[in-house]
């Protein structure tokens, strides 16, 4: 097939957030635990599994036409890539992540300018150089290859590493100095491949359904029936996205409204839309939810 897009998807920590987030945009990946090239059920797309740090080096020399990985990687990288959309999701939950200054808890170190000198060990290295130019800061970057956490005081001095809840950073008796940088998932397009007109249609139409389930995750819907005299009533009581879609039914005394609503909300709503005079409340989860 001459139209195919080229998409890597994120190995490791956003790996399962990811194929589910592509389940609920309506794609069925299936990643078999010998394979990094996981199918999917649209004959257009081939995918391929990658580290989310080398995704913006193979999107950005074109081996793969598009991919899906944060803003650190692709700060890291120095890639020239198109950001299609921003996509905040995580292996826990649904908040940037951080890139963080960390030493033991009982270090001397507590701002930038105590790194003088000293031994800091990070899979950012170029992030890493940035954060102490900025502050004015010689130290030893050195690159660490995993189990970063680890490596204080014995074998470095700091570390900058990646949290999204800090958990790991305390279990090993560490604490946060500074944060370096803020970082959420991106959908990046090769240049050359977004230059082409369906592999661009093709990357946009994607986008677009993964940042609508993104904006369904804590929206749910709402249905009511309602006498007509009372309308006025529970539409005060609705916030909504736009303005409630309001249907006759075969009754014309009565009306449905139908809307979408913060989920956050419903628990306190729905005992005063009982009270305005609402029948048959129905709500229901969403898959998407197209802004």
């Given at each position: 097939?001459?139209n195919v897009l080229r998409l890597g998807i ?141 490596k204080p005081p014995r074998l470095a001095d ?122 048959g409340i129905v709500e229901y989860s969403l ?5």
């Amino acid at each position: 097939m001459s139209n195919v897009l080229r998409l890597g998807i994120p190995k490791g920590s956003l790996e399962a957030a990811t194929v589910e987030m592509f389940a609920k945009a309506g794609y069925n990946i299936r990643i078999s635990s010998r394979s990094y090239y996981p199918t999917i059920d649209d004959p257009e797309i081939e995918c391929t599994l990658i580290r989310a740090q080398e995704m913006a080096r193979y999107v950005g020399e074109g081996l793969l036409d598009a991919g899906l990985t944060g803003l650190d990687w692709i700060l890291e990288s120095g890639e020239e890539v198109v950001e299609i959309g921003e996509l905040v999701y995580g292996k826990v939950g649904r908040n940037p992540l951080r890139w963080v200054l960390a030493v033991p808890q009982d270090s001397p170190i507590q701002k930038s300018a105590d790194l003088q000198g000293k031994r800091i060990a990070t899979e950012a290295v170029k992030m890493t150089e940035r954060y102490l130019a900025k502050h004015g800061v010689q130290a030893l970057i050195e690159f660490s290859w995993g189990a970063t956490e680890v490596k204080p005081p014995r074998l470095a001095d700091a570390i900058v590493e990646i949290t999204e809840t800090g958990s790991s950073l305390r279990a090993n008796n560490l604490r946060i100095v500074d944060t370096v940088c803020e970082t959420t998932t991106r959908f990046i397009a090769n240049p050359q491949s977004f230059r082409d007109a369906w592999k661009k249609a093709k990357i946009q139409r994607l986008c677009l359904l993964l940042k609508s389930v993104l904006a369904a995750e804590k929206k749910v819907g709402l249905m009511l029936n309602i006498e007509r005299c009372r309308l006025d009533a529970v539409l005060e009581l609705l916030p909504a996205l736009n303005r409630p879609t309001i249907a006759p039914l075969s009754d014309d005394h009565w009306c449905a409204v139908i809307t979408v609503i913060d989920e956050t909300v419903v628990r306190e709503l729905i005992p005063d839309l009982i009270m305005a005079g609402a029948e048959g409340i129905v709500e229901y989860s969403l898959n998407k939810v197209v802004l």
